[in-house]
């Protein structure tokens, strides 16, 4: 089983991005400097805070909806962190260098018993 301890470096193809635990996401969104996107399909809930919504295998498609910096800070999470792990691959690949992802996602979050909110607008 991969190692899963916080602040993990993930290297792709010369870049890299960082594993975040669901308590550092918690106490990050206190003071929120960066983009929160949901990579999860189909719409399952989200943490409160979410800004976008890219389906985890649509990022090149989407790159339009996602900031032109490429040193933006991106936090991106899914369900269990399996989709959300792809999705910032794709980003490193592309060449985003502060890309972070939620490990265990939204399943992680609801374990340490923080809440997870339904948008009558996203569901499909």
Not at 28 to 53: A, C, Q, R, W
Not at 96 to 112: C, P, Q, S
């Amino acid at each position: 089983a991969p190692n899963l301890t916080s602040g993990r470096e993930v290297a792709v193809d010369g870049n890299s991005y960082q594993v975040i635990t669901v308590t550092q996401l918690k106490s990050m969104l206190d003071s929120k400097d960066f983009l929160l996107v949901n990579v999860h399909i189909p719409y399952e809930g989200e943490i409160k805070g979410t800004d976008l919504f890219v389906p985890y295998n649509e990022i090149e498609q989407n790159l339009t909806k996602l900031p032109a910096d490429k040193g933006a800070r991106i936090v991106v999470y899914c369900r269990s962190g399996s989709m959300s792990s792809i999705a910032a691959k794709a980003l490193t690949r592309l060449g985003y260098t502060n890309i972070r992802d939620v490990v265990g996602g939204m399943l992680a979050w609801e374990k340490e018993g923080y809440p997870l909110v339904q948008s009558t607008s996203n569901s499909q």
